[in-house]
């Protein structure tokens, strides 16, 4: 049973098997963790980004993590960009988006896996509520056998951190 954690770092320095990117649908760069994720990964990421034939939203994908020296994978997931009108569909999303990216981690061997606070940002899903859509995830991801050991929320800022940090305390993470 994995533990669950929340820090504040650079998800690009933090040390884990795989790091996930708040990817668009393209895979092939973009603002924030996206951009930081493809510049410090370096120009083979885009290239191979570019085989994937891109990613539907709550869907996820594995590439090498090329010059990032702290991973061995990124996992490419993209979130919802955040609609009042659309809410439970967007927190659905959302859902797969962290639940097919911790499967895949599985699937290729992780143990460890670092995930930022994926759509709360260019795509304005609120921290809050992402925060306990999150926290829902990962509680029902504890409950089957796996063999990931730790699962780390990056967050870029402290109010991100402390949104995450009340979820998992409210869920008993």
């Known amino acids: 049973m994995p533990t669950f954690d929340v820090v504040i ?3 690009t320095k933090f040390a884990a098997d ?3 990117n708040a990817a668009n649908s ?4 973009g603002g924030g963790v996206d951009g930081a994720i493809h510049r410090a990964a370096g ?3 885009k290239l191979c980004c570019m085989t994937l034939g891109g ?3 709550g869907e996820a994908k594995l590439t090498p993590a090329f010059e ?3 991973a061995r994978y990124i996992i490419h997931t993209v979130g919802p960009y955040f609609s009042v009108s659309k809410a439970e569909r967007c927190d659905e999303l959302l859902r797969s988006a962290y639940l097919n990216s911790l499967l895949l981690a599985e699937k290729a061997g992780c143990r460890t896996v670092a995930f930022p606070s994926i759509s709360t940002g260019a795509f304005r899903f609120p921290v809050e509520r992402a925060s306990l859509v999150v926290a ?3 509680l029902d991801f504890r409950q089957k056998p796996s063999a990931l050991t730790s699962v780390t929320m990056t967050c870029f800022d402290v109010a991100t951190a402390e949104a995450y940090k009340n979820a998992f305390e409210l869920a008993g993470l």
């Open 9 to 11: 770092a650079d998800i």
């Open 18 to 20: 795989a790091i996930v």
């Open 26 to 29: 393209t895979l092939l760069g």
């Open 43 to 45: 120009s083979k990421l």
């Open 55 to 57: 990613c539907d939203v």
């Open 68 to 70: 990032i020296r702290t």
């Open 136 to 138: 829902k995830t990962f």
